[in-house]
């Protein structure tokens, strides 16, 4: 089974989990900005990686465009997050990511990160700034969980990369490869 392992990282928490994944697959991982969509046709597993942000895997519309000319490719995305998993918070990843159609193509995986807002550059650490203050101008009890543990991440920076988390998606990778 030809499998590519591609990734877009801003902290690195995504880029460790992508060498660790390659470790375990015994493959070399990609940034995505180096990999050209039309090679995505030479692969039967491509799996794709990526920080969420505001909900939103990022990288992910680029490799959306391929995906209905590929037919005969399957697909995983692990979304890189600062928060705890839970099956709510994957639900709302996976509701805003995903449409109807690329839930039967595409496996998602959450992987818990971290956050550092110091660790980001340029656009990023603005963003980050601007999602904080609309944090902290929403009332205390209208705040979602998620949000909770954000603004506790803005001022406490937390690094939840374990690469025990890779276990599940390492699993079900051995698992198509034996089938």
Do not use: C
Not at 125 to 133: M, S, T
């Amino acid at each position: 089974m030809k499998i590519l392992i591609w990734y877009t990282s801003w902290t690195k928490h995504t880029e460790i989990y992508a060498e660790w994944l390659g470790k375990e697959l015994k493959r070399t991982p990609v940034k995505a900005k180096e990999i050209q969509l039309s090679d995505l046709s030479n692969y039967d597993l491509i799996i794709y990686g990526g920080p969420i942000h505001s909900e939103e895997i990022v990288g992910f519309k680029r490799m959306r465009k391929i995906i209905p000319y590929l037919d005969d490719q399957r697909f995983i995305v692990f979304g890189v997050g600062g928060v705890a998993e839970s099956d709510h918070y994957n639900e709302q990843i996976i509701s805003k990511n995903f449409t109807d159609e690329e839930r039967e193509r595409v496996n998602f995986f959450y992987l818990r990160g971290g956050f550092d807002p110091e660790r980001l550059e340029g656009i990023h650490k603005l963003q980050v700034r601007y999602f904080k203050f609309r944090l902290n101008r929403k009332k205390r009890e209208s705040l979602t969980e998620a949000e909770k543990n954000l603004l506790h991440a803005f001022e406490h920076p937390d690094n939840y990369v374990e690469k025990e988390n890779l276990e599940t998606l390492v699993n079900y990778v051995t698992a198509l490869k034996n089938q």
